[in-house]
C-alpha cells in the first residue's frame, strides 16, 4: 500500500513507524510518504514539503503521489478540512471531514452532540459574556473549570480554585472577539482515561485504553501541556471499561454524528474522567492522542494499515478483531527549554542513537529538525522516548533509561510518568 500521513510530530512517527511494521517486527513493505514530518519519521518514509493548515496542497499532493490512502494526524488541518480535500481527490483518508472534526474543533458543539446523544459528561454553560461566566462560575462553585471553545493546542483549559483566574480566563478567550464563545463546566474528580475508538462512520472499534499526563510538572503540578507522558495497559481500570465506553459513549457519538449526515470517519479520542458517579466524557478529540498513540501503537500485534484503510472505507465490521501485545509501553516527552510557554529552539540534541539502542526503547521525534547534518530542538515537545517491557514498572524503566541517555540544555521531562496508579 501507499499512503501518506500528514503531520509532524511524535505521534505521526508513531503512525508511521507502525505502518512500516513497528520498532522491531518485520518489516511491512508499504510505500510511505509523510508531509512535513520530521527527521525521525525520514528513516521510513519519503518527506514532502507542505503546509498541512492548505487542504487544497494536502490534497493536491495525495492526488499527485496517487496514494492509496492518507492519514491525518493533527486537529489543526482536519478542522481546515484535510481530510474533505483528500477525498474529493478521490482517495480514501483516515480522518473526518472539517464538519465531523467539529467535535474537537468546537467544545459547545460537541456538548451538544453528547446531549443528543445521550452521552454521561459534565454539566456546562456555553457563555458569550464575562457576566454569563461569572454566573456559571458561582452556579457550579470551584474548582472552576474553563474552556476556550476553540482549538487551542492543549492550552485552553483552566482549572483552578481561583475565582478571578477563572474569570480572567474567559475574559481572555472572549476578547478575541468574532463568535468567540466560553464552556464553564462542572468539575469532573476521578482518574483520567484516553480510550482512541476507530470509526468507519457506523461501526466503532476501540482500541486499548492509556493514561495521559497533561501537567508540565511532577505531582501534576504547573501549567496544562498536550501531554508530557503516558502509558498503557492501565491496570488499575475497572474490568468492562471499554465496553461500557464503547456502548455509552463512542457508539452513539458516531451514530448522532451519521444521523446529522457528518459521519465521523477516523479517530474519536474519549478523553473520559472515571468519578464516583460514573464515566464522564471530559472532552473528545477528532485524532489520535499525543503522547498516548505512541504507547498505544507500540502494544498493537494487527496490521495498523489495513484497519486504518478498513476504517477510511466503510469497512471496519470486515476486519478481524484486533490483536495486542501482552506488554506494557510508557513514554516520556522531553521539552525544550520554556515549553508550553515561549519555547527556546535550536539547541543540540545528542544521545538519541544511543537510547534507541537500548533493548525496549526507540525514540520518536516530535519538534527536532536537522542543520548541518546536525540534530536540533525545533519545537516545544522534542522527543517522546518509548519504553516497553512485561509489565508497567519494567517499562517505565526502559523509558527512562532511555530519557538518561538524552542531552538537550534546558529541556525538561517529568519524572513520575506511569510512577503511580490511581486507586479507585
Ligand atoms: P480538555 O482540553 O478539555 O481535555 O482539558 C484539558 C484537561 O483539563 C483535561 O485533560 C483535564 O485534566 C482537565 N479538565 C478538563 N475538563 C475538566 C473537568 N470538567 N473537570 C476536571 N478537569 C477537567
Ligand atoms: N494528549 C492529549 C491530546 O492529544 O490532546
Redesign the pocket.
Known amino acids: 500500500m501507499k499512503i501518506l500521513v500528514i503531520g509532524s510530530g511524535a505521534r505521526e512517527h508513531a503512525v508511521v513507524l507502525a505502518l512500516a511494521g513497528g520498532p522491531d517486527g518485520t518489516p511491512t513493505g508499504h510505500e510511505l510518504h509523510a508531509a512535513p514530518g520530521n527527521p525521525g519519521i525520514a528513516a521510513h518514509a519519503r518527506l514532502h514539503a507542505l503546509d498541512p493548515m492548505h487542504p487544497v496542497a494536502v490534497g493536491d499532493l495525495a492526488a499527485r503521489l496517487e496514494v492509496d490512502l492518507v492519514v491525518v494526524g493533527p486537529e489543526g488541518p482536519l478542522v481546515a478540512g484535510a481530510a474533505d480535500a483528500v477525498r474529493a481527490a478521490g482517495i480514501p483518508c483516515f480522518g473526518p471531514s472539517a464538519a465531523a472534526a467539529a467535535l474537537e474543533g468546537s ?1 459547545a458543539f460537541a456538548k451538544d452532540v453528547m446531549a443528543a446523544a445521550g452521552v454521561p459528561t ?1 454539566m456546562a454553560h456555553v457563555c458569550t459574556t464575562p457576566d454569563e461566566v461569572a454566573d456559571a462560575l458561582d452556579a457550579f462553585g470551584a ?1 472552576y ?1 474553563v ?1 476556550d471553545d476553540g482549538l ?1 493546542a ?1 492550552k ?2 483552566v ?1 483552578t480554585s481561583d475565582r478571578a483566574e477563572a474569570l480572567a480566563h474567559g475574559a481572555a478567550c472572549l476578547a478575541r472577539g468574532g463568535d468567540a464563545q466560553v464552556v464553564v ?5 476521578g482518574p ?1 482515561v484516553s480510550l482512541f475508538c476507530l470509526s468507519d462512520g457506523s461501526t466503532v472499534v476501540p482500541l486499548a485504553p492509556a493514561q ?1 499526563f ?1 501537567r508540565a510538572h511532577d505531582g501534576d503540578e504547573g501549567p ?1 501541556t498536550g501531554g508530557m507522558g503516558a502509558y498503557s495497559p492501565l491496570p488499575w481500570a475497572p474490568a468492562g471499561l471499554v465496553d461500557e465506553v464503547l456502548e455509552r459513549v463512542a457508539q452513539p457519538t458516531v451514530d448522532e454524528m451519521r444521523h446529522r449526515g457528518t459521519p465521523f470517519v477516523g479517530v474519536l479520542y474519549c ?1 473520559l ?1 472515571l468519578t464516583g458517579r460514573g464515566v464522564r466524557v ?2 473528545f ?1 477528532a485524532r489520535f492522542g499525543d503522547p498516548e498513540t505512541q504507547v498505544v501503537l507500540a502494544r498493537l500485534a494487527s496490521p495498523l494499515a489495513d484497519e486504518l484503510l478498513a476504517a477510511a472505507t466503510g469497512r471496519l465490521d470486515q476486519q478481524p478483531r484486533l490483536r495486542w501485545r501482552d506488554d506494557a509501553a510508557v513514554t516520556v516527552v522531553v521539552a525544550a527549554h520554556g515549553y508550553p510557554a515561549t519555547v527556546r529552539t535550536g539547541d543540540p540534541i545528542s544521545g538519541v542513537d544511543d537510547a534507541d539502542a537500548l533493548p525496549g526503547v526507540h525514540v520518536l521525534h516530535a519538534g527536532t529538525a536537522t542543520v548541518d547534518d546536525a540534530l536540533v530542538s525545533a519545537g516545544g515537545r522534542v522527543l517522546s522516548v518509548v519504553g516497553r517491557g512485561p509489565d508497567v514498572e519494567a517499562a517505565r524503566a526502559a523509558a527512562y533509561a532511555g530519557v538518561d541517555r538524552i542531552a538537550l540544555e534546558g529541556s525538561h521531562h517529568r519524572g513520575d510518568i506511569a510512577a503511580r496508579m490511581p486507586e479507585l
Open positions: 467544545k459534565a474548582p473549570v474552556k487551542a492543549g485552553g483549559v482549572v463546566e462542572e468539575y469532573l474528580d483520567e495521559d497533561k496544562n478523553g474522567a471530559v472532552e478529540n
